[in-house]
């Protein structure tokens, strides 16, 4: 399950979850960061996935990008035996 929100974190939502399947996977921004700190404050045993760009969909822009570019270089011709 994906759980999109809105500057809030549902602590007791989040809780009630086995602490183990959850991760949260939050942006780099002002706001990203305030609820990252809050998270580990309330939710210290729950791992946290930051994004390699400043948010999480410039992140998936790059990955994608980089899929295509890979899926659009030519192959190499394969050696006859």
Do not use: C, F, H
């Not at 990203?32 to 996935?49: C, D, F, S, T, W």
Request: glycine share 2%; net charge negative; aromatic share 4%.
């Amino acid at each position: 399950m994906y759980l999109s929100i809105d500057g809030v974190l549902p602590i007791d939502y989040l809780q009630s979850l086995e602490p183990e399947r959850v991760k949260l996977a939050l942006n780099r921004d002002p706001i990203g960061q305030n609820l990252a700190r809050q998270a580990q404050v309330e939710l210290p045993q729950i791992e946290q996935i930051p994004p390699s760009q400043i948010d999480w969909l410039n992140t998936l822009q790059v990955e994608r990008q980089k899929i295509i570019s890979q899926q659009l270089q030519p192959k190499s011709p394969q050696r006859e035996r």
